[in-house]
C-alpha cells in the first residue's frame, strides 16, 4: 500500500497562490489514481481534484475550476495541486489521497484508502 506525505499549505491573502505536494513511497503512484479532497471547520469533506498517475483523466470539483491545477512529476513520484486566485471559501484541511477508482467513483472519498496526513490552508486578509 502506497505511504503519502504532504507538504505546502499555510496562510496566504486572498487572491494569492499555493502549492501542494503529496509524495508516495513505497511502490509510488503507478497504476493508481490521486486526488485531493479538503475539509472546512465544521463541514463534510469535499472533493477538489483528481487524476489517474497513467492516462488522460483529470477531474476538478466546479468550485476550483480554472483556478486550481493537479499536476504529476513521475520523477519524484509527486502530485502537485497549484492553487491561484484563493479565496477565503477555500480556507480548509487539504488532503491528498490514493486508490483505483473506477470513472463513476473518482471523486468519491470512498474510492481512495490511501491518505495523507492533511495540510492546513488559510486564505485571509
Known amino acids: 500500500q502506497v505511504q503519502l506525505v504532504e507538504s505546502g499549505g499555510g496562510l496566504v491573502q486572498p487572491g494569492g497562490s499555493l502549492k501542494l505536494s503529496c509524495t508516495a513511497s513505497g511502490s509510488g503512484f503507478g497504476g493508481y489514481a490521486v486526488a485531493w479532497f479538503r475539509q472546512a471547520p465544521g463541514k463534510e469533506r469535499e472533493f477538489v481534484a483528481a487524476r489517474r498517475w497513467t492516462g488522460g483523466t483529470l477531474v476538478y470539483s466546479d468550485s476550483v475550476k480554472g483556478r486550481f491545477s493537479l499536476s504529476r512529476d513521475t520523477a519524484t513520484n509527486t502530485a502537485v495541486l497549484q492553487m491561484n486566485n484563493l479565496q477565503p471559501e477555500d480556507t480548509a484541511t487539504y488532503s491528498c489521497?490514493?486508490?483505483?477508482?473506477?470513472?463513476?467513483?473518482?471523486?468519491?472519498?470512498?474510492?481512495?484508502?490511501?491518505w495523507g496526513q492533511g495540510t492546513q490552508v488559510t486564505v485571509s486578509s
Open positions: 489521497a490514493a486508490g483505483r477508482p473506477i470513472l463513476s467513483t473518482i471523486r468519491s472519498e470512498t474510492a481512495y484508502y490511501s
